[in-house]
């Protein structure tokens, strides 16, 4: 099993990027996948989950309607489009693959494997 992040970079506050994670190693349809973030001396932060049939949850306090989680199961991809980006959004942000679902969304617990980060910086 591998989840490969990528899109993450250098922007200014009020623009966007797309981030994607590419999944070998396992039927990707059959699983819900997420979005976490880790800001320097945080915790990781779910910002977003999309359920195997697509449904999705987002962070509100964190995102406020401003990031969309979408997945390709056919290319085997879940993305995240983060709009008017702000320097708080800056993190390392990291796909999961969610395995047990007795845990809550938000619990690391609930996931099994995880991407590699992929950086996202803001600058105002």
């Known amino acids: 099993v591998q989840l490969q992040a990528s899109g993450g970079g250098l922007v200014q506050a009020g623009e966007s ?46 995102v406020k309607g401003r990031f969309t989680i979408s997945r390709v199961n056919a290319k085997n991809t879940v993305y995240l489009q983060m709009n008017s980006l702000k320097p708080e959004d800056t993190a390392v942000y990291y796909c999961a693959r969610r395995l047990r679902e007795y845990y809550g969304l938000e619990s690391l617990k609930s996931y099994d494997y995880w991407g590699q980060g992929t950086q996202v910086t803001v600058s105002s």
């Open 17 to 62: 990027l797309t981030l994607s994670c590419t999944a070998t190693g396992f039927t990707f349809s059959s699983y819900d996948m997420a979005w976490f973030r880790q800001a320097p001396g945080k915790v990781h932060e779910l910002i977003a989950h999309i359920s195997k049939s697509g449904d999705s949850t987002y962070n509100e306090n964190s």
